[in-house]
């Protein structure tokens, strides 16, 4: 207990137009391997706006978007991101969507509700590699954490408080795990819900807790999307535990669902 | 602009507020389900996956795109091995855009659902809340821009640690 704590070593770069915030502790925060790792995590996330950029025209995403090529052309990355996508609004009966309304009224193929996490979560396997090293890893507010040993305190998580994105709402302590968070408090309404085409209603933010980084960003957008129906949604999904704020300021905790004994 | 991060910082301190410590909501609805749990994830269909087998993906002749317009072009993937299991993508294309996309085959996260269930740590919830007096080591919030970032807690926070 009388442990001498230093504060984590920390980083940031902009990569996809976000902040990519990392924390280190332990052996390897600020030494040739830590770099290493860092600049490994960075060319991951550069690679994924490369192929998945609906921002860039040549981007495989695009082309593939304008059916000038089929997705055995592209990556394996992009069936394996349209399948994640597809999964995911299979599950929330809709809400969530790989497609959007283009400006005709057309579908556009715009997978960058599933790309975030994903991609996160692969440049997160460039930092489980340093050995003795704890960290947690941020793009934009979506982050991943790992700690290795029981006995370590565990990251201490913010969730911003989207009617005052200077104050958080609540502290969510995370040994290993990812920590999404879904709202139209920095860039206004860009989610919609996909069945109606327009943003939620009732819902100021919802944040997702789960293993994977994918799934916690994907289920805080469908979550989100569905606006007052969002932590009914989130409860039927086992083990997720999460937070909504409404739009009036409330909350509610979703708790995950312990399997029995 | 650190300097006006910082005072951010030191005026959401003054509103600190007690913590008020959530436990033990759980509402019905989520004890229900905890007897259900298999089927609520159960593929609804087009795949044949489940836990962590898998059987070849035989794509599903639902017919997705054919039929409704001769235009209508379905072109099927290779089947890929992903970290969460194999995955096969079939997508549609109708006059130049993408109508459709579905997978015969996709991954199935349940094992990786389940993890978290001995991680997940009660979420301390409080009116207002400051960064520094919290301890807290990183934000998680609505996306965050790179033009955002220099107003945002989280760059309070990377600052601190430079």
């Known amino acids: 207990m009388s442990a001498v704590v230093r504060p984590p070593a920390r980083r940031v770069e902009h990569v996809m137009g976000m902040p990519i915030s990392l924390a280190l502790r332990g052996r390897h925060t600020d030494d040739t391997a830590a770099r290493a790792a860092w600049e490994a995590a960075l060319a991951v996330l550069r690679e994924a706006d490369r192929v998945f950029s609906t921002y860039r025209p040549d981007s495989c995403i695009s082309r593939l978007g304008r059916g000038e090529i089929g997705p055995e052309d592209c990556p394996p990355e992009v069936a394996e991101v349209l399948a994640l996508g597809a999964a995911a609004e299979r599950r929330s009966g809709g809400a969530f969507a790989v497609h959007r309304p283009g400006p005709d009224g057309a579908a556009v193929l715009d997978p960058s509700g ?55 709402t609540a502290v969510v302590p995370v040994r290993t795990g990812a920590v999404a968070t879904s709202g139209a408090a920095h860039r206004g309404a ?5 069945r109606t085409g327009r943003p939620p209603a009732g819902v100021a933010s919802v944040t997702v807790l789960a293993a994977s980084l994918t799934w916690a960003d994907i289920d805080a957008t469908a979550a989100y999307a569905q606006g007052p129906d969002a932590a009914r949604w989130l409860e039927t999904l086992p083990g997720r535990s999460g937070l909504v ?11 995950p669902v312990l399997p029995a004994g | 602009m650190v300097t006006a991060v910082r005072r951010i910082v030191l005026w959401a301190m003054s509103t600190l507020t007690a913590l008020v410590l959530v436990l033990g909501y759980h509402t019905s609805t989520s004890s229900q389900m905890a007897s259900v749990e298999s089927s609520v994830l159960a593929p609804v269909s087009g795949s044949t996956s489940s836990g962590s087998g898998s059987s070849s993906g035989t794509p599903s002749s639902s017919g997705t795109g054919d039929g409704t317009s001769a235009a209508a072009v379905t072109v099927t993937g290779d089947r890929v091995q992903t970290r969460w299991g194999p995955v096969q993508v079939q997508v549609t294309v109708q006059a130049g855009e993408i109508t459709d996309v579905s997978v015969p085959q996709y991954p199935d996260d ?32 609505a996306t965050v821009t790179s033009e955002g970032y220099v107003e945002s807690l989280q760059s309070a926070l990377d600052e601190a640690g430079l």
């Open chain 2, 110 to 141: 349940n094992g990786r659902d389940r993890q978290i269930n001995a991680r997940a740590l009660p979420i301390l919830v409080s009116e207002t809340l400051d960064a520094q007096d919290a301890g807290i080591d990183m934000v998680s919030g």
């Open chain 1, 190 to 194: 860009h989610v919609v819900d996909a």
């Open chain 1, 114 to 168: 599933v790309v975030k996490g994903w991609a996160v979560e692969r440049a997160a396997a460039a930092l489980e590699a340093l050995p003795e090293t704890d960290f947690c890893l941020s793009a934009g507010g979506d982050l991943t954490c790992r700690t290795l040993h029981d006995d370590a305190a565990p990251w201490r998580i913010g969730i911003e408080d989207p009617a005052d994105p200077r104050r958080l």
């Open chain 1, 245 to 255: 704020v409404w739009a009036d300021g409330s909350t509610t905790v979703v708790e």
